[in-house]
């Protein structure tokens, strides 16, 4: 079988060409979008991740900011700062860059953010939202997820998913956006027991361990649909995701590559998220 791979990064730019004229439009009306990024800390893989937003969104005509604070900052000053930016009417996007600092209550941080200006989808508020049906902002790696499926085609209905992970940004909200296409989902992680040979009766199968190659060509039902969420280092420094992609081709009917797959859409949707926030 041939195994087509999905272009995310190509996507990605399609989309990000047509948001140019969004934000071109509301622009004309005075209303710039504008997004903010808070990062606490000095992780460099979080640096490389927040200049590529700033990058981005300044490509797209946007309005970008990037709030840089200490790893020492207290939990009450980082608050202090969340809200300044809930108060800034030109900001309509506020992301705090995870994972925080041990000594800070990420929880509280999140639910400090207004909801209407959480462009992760990580507020209670949103996520309440979501489960129930109602329009939220939506956590924005599975939500990428789903518009790459929707660009090949794939047809999701009556069809087996199996996810691999159970995080709050990326499983569990992944699981229910397939349900809500109608596939069959199962959800697994590091106690599932089989798990071989649940991901080989897989027709869509979401890779979102957290472990280089983990998923291995032995996975892989014939003709299945792969997503790699994974971003992880090898030994020799290079970004792998977490399928063996080399070992997937000729099995899988489709998957996306790492890099160029997921992550280039996981951006492209927090920016859409933003200039649907202006509007
Ligand atoms: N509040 C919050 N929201 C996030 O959305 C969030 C976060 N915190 N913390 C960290 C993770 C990670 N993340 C990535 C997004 C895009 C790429 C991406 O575009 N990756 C490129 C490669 C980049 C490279 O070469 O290093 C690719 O896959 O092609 C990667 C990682 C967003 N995150």
Same mark, same amino acid.
């Given at each position: ?5 999905? =272009? !995310?990064?190509?996507?990605?730019? @399609? ?14 009306? !005075? @209303? ?10 000095e ?15 300044? $490509? ?8 840089r604070?200490?790893?020492? %900052? ?14 800034? =009417? ?29 462009? =992760?989808?990580?507020h ?12 939220? $902002? ?12 929707e660009?090949?085609? %794939? ?15 990326v ?8 349900m809500?296409?109608? $596939? ?22 979401? $890779? ?32 792998? !995701?977490?399928? =063996?992609?080399?070992?997937?081709m ?16 996981t ?13």
């Amino acid at each position: 079988m041939e195994t087509i791979i999905m =272009d !995310g990064k190509g996507l990605a730019k @399609k989309m990000q060409d047509q948001m140019k004229e969004q934000v071109a439009a509301l622009t004309a009306e !005075g @209303k710039t979008p504008g997004l903010c990024v808070i990062l606490v800390g000095e992780d460099k893989a979080s640096q490389v991740y927040v200049r590529n937003k700033e990058k981005q969104s300044e $490509a797209m005509g946007m309005n970008s900011r990037v709030v840089r604070l200490a790893a020492d %900052i207290s939990e009450t000053d980082l608050l202090a700062e969340v809200e300044k930016q809930n108060q800034d =009417d030109s900001m309509h996007g506020i992301l705090v860059q995870l994972p925080l600092p041990k000594h800070i209550d990420e929880q509280k941080v999140l639910r400090a953010i207004r909801y209407e200006k959480d462009v =992760d989808g990580f507020h209670p508020m949103n996520v309440g939202n979501f489960f129930l049906g109602n329009e939220s $902002a939506l956590p924005c790696t599975p939500y990428g997820i789903m518009k790459i499926l929707e660009e090949y085609n %794939i047809e999701l209905e009556g069809k087996k998913a199996l996810v691999i992970g159970r995080s709050n940004i990326v499983g569990k909200p992944m699981s229910i956006m397939l349900m809500n296409e109608n $596939a069959t989902v199962t959800i697994a992680h590091s106690r599932t027991k089989n798990l071989k040979e649940l991901a080989k009766e897989a027709d869509i199968l979401v $890779a979102a361990i957290g472990r280089g190659h983990f998923v291995t060509a032995d996975f892989i039902k014939e003709g299945a649909v792969v997503i790699d969420v994974g971003m992880n280092r090898s030994a020799e420094g290079k970004l792998i !995701g977490d399928v =063996d992609t080399a070992g997937a081709m000729g099995i899988a009917s489709h998957i996306t590559p790492v890099p160029g797959g997921v992550g280039p859409m996981t951006i492209t949707m927090l920016l859409q998220q933003t200039i649907d926030k202006a509007k």
